[in-house]
């Protein structure tokens, strides 16, 4: 027979699973009222397998769940059972969210845990978060009583600056409003 590969270990050695986990945004910033996505990368590092990994994501108020892949647990919107998870394997969930319109502009934080059993029976949970950033276009100003001076009518513009490229932390500047000429 043909062995292209084995693990050894010592008499009374127990094999453990071990879990990274690594949860992103599809969009950063986001503006209220618009749809982006979050991704959560759960793998299994270590030599031994687990099984029932749960993964339970804490929505931020303002989020409202639109759809998932795989599907949440039924009669939730943020559980999801991905089952037995064998060593050196991962598993994504995709959980697409939209920003409700009335949301603050700010940071939002996103918590995810996962939890699972190893093989003495005892369960785990590690856990991770994803900030993201929330901004707010719009506009509108002005009216006969005030505005830019130019018939009142105004445009807010949202500019972004990149504070550290090397993670490509952002955040908004100051809107900038110009008057509008007919």
């Given at each position: 027979?043909?062995?292209?590969?084995?693990?050894?270990h010592?008499a009374g050695?127990?094999?453990?699973?071990?879990?990274?986990?690594?949860?992103?945004?599809?969009?950063?910033p986001v503006?209220t009222?618009a749809?982006?996505?979050?991704?959560?990368?759960?793998?299994?590092?270590?030599?031994?397998?687990?099984?029932?990994?749960?993964v339970t994501d804490v929505?931020?108020?303002?989020?409202?769940?639109?759809?998932s892949?795989?599907?949440?647990?039924a009669?939730?919107e943020?559980?999801?059972?991905?089952g037995?998870?064998?060593?050196?394997?991962?598993?994504l969930v995709n959980?697409?969210?939209?920003?409700d319109?009335?949301?603050t502009?700010?940071?939002?934080?996103?918590?995810v845990n996962?939890t699972?059993?190893n093989?003495?029976s005892?369960?785990?949970v590690?856990t991770?978060s994803?900030d993201?950033?929330?901004t707010?276009?719009g506009?509108?100003g002005?009216?006969?009583?005030g505005?830019?001076g130019?018939?009142?009518?105004?445009?807010?513009?949202q500019t972004?600056?990149?504070v550290?490229?090397?993670?490509?932390?952002q955040?908004?500047?100051?809107?900038?409003f110009?008057?509008?000429?007919k």
């Amino acid at each position: 027979f043909n062995v292209t590969g084995f693990t050894s270990h010592q008499a009374g050695e127990t094999v453990e699973p071990s879990f990274v986990i690594i949860k992103t945004d599809s969009n950063d910033p986001v503006n209220t009222g618009a749809n982006f996505n979050y991704t959560i990368n759960v793998t299994n590092t270590g030599a031994g397998n687990a099984t029932n990994v749960t993964v339970t994501d804490v929505y931020p108020a303002g989020l409202t769940f639109v759809s998932s892949q795989p599907n949440a647990r039924a009669g939730t919107e943020n559980t999801f059972d991905l089952g037995n998870i064998t060593n050196g394997t991962s598993v994504l969930v995709n959980i697409t969210m939209e920003v409700d319109i009335t949301v603050t502009p700010g940071t939002i934080t996103n918590n995810v845990n996962v939890t699972y059993i190893n093989s003495t029976s005892g369960r785990f949970v590690n856990t991770t978060s994803e900030d993201t950033l929330i901004t707010q276009l719009g506009g509108g100003g002005g009216g006969a009583g005030g505005g830019s001076g130019a018939g009142g009518r105004s445009r807010r513009v949202q500019t972004t600056e990149i504070v550290n490229e090397t993670n490509a932390t952002q955040r908004p500047k100051l809107p900038v409003f110009t008057p509008i000429t007919k």
